[in-house]
């Protein structure tokens, strides 16, 4: 076969591959979206190379991004002040295959402070994983974090119910 031709037919097998795991994300992202509490949104990102990744790990399968505009938190970074923030949350898929990796990466990760990967929940498709610094993600004057107080926790906490029980589902 002429290497062109096979060029050619790696590249089909290769779109056709990224689109059939476009179209998992799709059906997974309309899914989720239908079990969603009120105000909450989800997007859906899964172009290489924008997605990001935790300390350690490589680039997901996609991503999912949460936010509801219709609340918020103050997460002023010190007291007395007044940041308004909206709760948000980022969850990585990474493919159910990588799982001894991503555990492995996660439990060798514990020593940083910042951007470590943190096991969300486990399908039969998918390790799913955030960072504390993707909870709450807020762009402060001393940089990016993610905020934890106990307000900005009880805002989020009926999305993070939604998805477990969601997820249980998947199983």
């Known amino acids: 076969m002429k290497p062109s031709i096979m060029i050619l037919m790696l590249w089909v097998i290769t779109a056709f591959e990224c689109s059939a795991e476009t179209s998992r994300a799709e059906r997974i ?11 909450w949104t989800c997007t859906l990102i899964s172009e290489k190379g924008k997605m990001g990744h935790p300390h350690g790990l490589g680039e997901p399968l996609f991503r999912l991004d949460f936010i509801n505009t219709n609340l918020t938190f103050n997460a002023a970074e010190k007291k007395g002040q007044n940041k308004p923030a909206h709760p948000n949350l980022r969850l990585h898929f990474h493919d159910i295959a990588e799982r001894e990796h991503v555990l492995q990466t996660i439990e060798a990760e514990e020593i940083f402070s910042h951007d470590i990967p943190v096991l ?6 998918y390790v799913v994983v955030t960072s504390p610094l993707w909870v709450n993600f807020v762009e402060m004057e001393i940089g990016a974090a993610g905020v934890h107080t106990e307000e900005a926790s009880e805002e989020l906490a009926p999305l993070v119910k939604a998805l477990r029980k969601y997820f249980e589902t998947t199983k």
């Open 29 to 39: 992202t309309a899914d989720i979206q239908k079990r969603l509490p009120d105000g």
């Open 120 to 125: 969300f929940i486990e399908t039969k498709e």
